[in-house]
């Protein structure tokens, strides 16, 4: 028997470390007394490591049979309740929430002004009292830490309804279509914003109170983590009831420098 059993020994107890801080990080605490326990075994194989060289062959010998029995020992109780967490998890969806990496709008009232350091995204049908009311918000989440070839089991963009200007816009479709091109939160203006999917990707019906409005992106989110589609982020419209008079119902959301209201991507998924 010789020094390098007792650093295989230390190699098995780091292992074993290294899949439970990855059940950590993954959100599921392990019972306390395996981490205590494994590391105060730990300590002692290390204390018994830097003694090694005083002691004689025989004591040597003890030594490191104690090492190799005692970690063989608990890794047999430890282990199969550890593959257990870890299938538990393997099985069990992650759910990610993400902010923006851009959010603004732009409006035809004012075709050339950019809105990227406003706190509110307006939406407004182009019909009012004159057919220049169109808004329209844009938004954009960074997905790459979702791995590529994960099982997208829901994803949701949410933005948090606030307040309206005229008519109340309650029961009014908006709808959510994927951009087309690249933009820029700081520079793109009505005149210059980037084309987006004509046909809506997804709707929701606004409720007669504020509050958190959704839209499924489930199948546009696989699309860009999973096939190929370039991620450019989505336009929020109003534009299936044209309105054609005066107090047009506008709707007021917050964009990403509110705190506590700040859009959101919910996204459910297995990885690979």
């Not at 089991?153 to 908006?174: F, K, Q």
């Not at 994927?178 to 606004?206: F, G, H, K, Q």
Request: glycine share 4%; hydrophobic share 35%.
């Amino acid at each position: 028997m010789k020094k390098e059993d007792v650093v295989e020994e230390l190699r098995k107890i780091d292992e074993f470390k290294s899949r439970i801080n990855t059940l950590i990080d993954q959100g599921y605490n392990p019972p306390k007394k395996i981490s205590y326990d494994i590391s105060n075994l730990e300590k002692k194989i290390k204390k018994n490591f830097s003694i090694l060289s005083r002691l004689s062959n025989k004591q040597k010998i003890a030594v490191i049979l104690f090492c190799i029995i005692t970690v063989t020992f608990l890794l047999l109780i430890f282990i199969p309740g550890l593959n257990h967490w870890e299938s538990k998890v393997s099985n069990t969806p992650k759910t990610m929430e993400l902010m923006p990496v851009a959010d603004t709008y732009v409006e035809r009232y004012v075709p050339n002004i950019n809105h990227g350091n406003d706190n509110k995204m307006i939406l407004s049908d182009q019909y009012g009292p004159t057919n220049d009311y169109d808004a329209r918000g844009m938004i954009l989440f960074n997905l790459s830490k979702i791995p590529s070839g994960s099982t997208i089991v829901s994803a949701n963009l949410t933005l948090y309804y606030e307040d309206y200007n005229g008519t109340n816009p309650i029961g009014r479709e908006i709808t959510c279509h994927r951009i087309l091109e690249n933009w820029d939160e700081m520079n793109v203006t009505y005149n210059t914003m980037p084309n987006s999917d004509p046909i809506e990707c997804a709707s929701t019906i606004l409720p007669g109170y504020f509050t958190w409005v959704y839209w499924d992106v489930t199948s546009e989110v696989d699309d860009f983590v999973n096939n190929g589609a370039k991620n450019y982020g989505w336009m929020i419209r109003d534009y299936k009831e044209p309105w054609g008079g005066a107090n047009i119902p506008q709707q007021y959301y917050w964009l990403s420098e509110a705190k506590n209201f700040h859009p959101k991507l919910i996204v459910c998924f297995n990885p690979p």
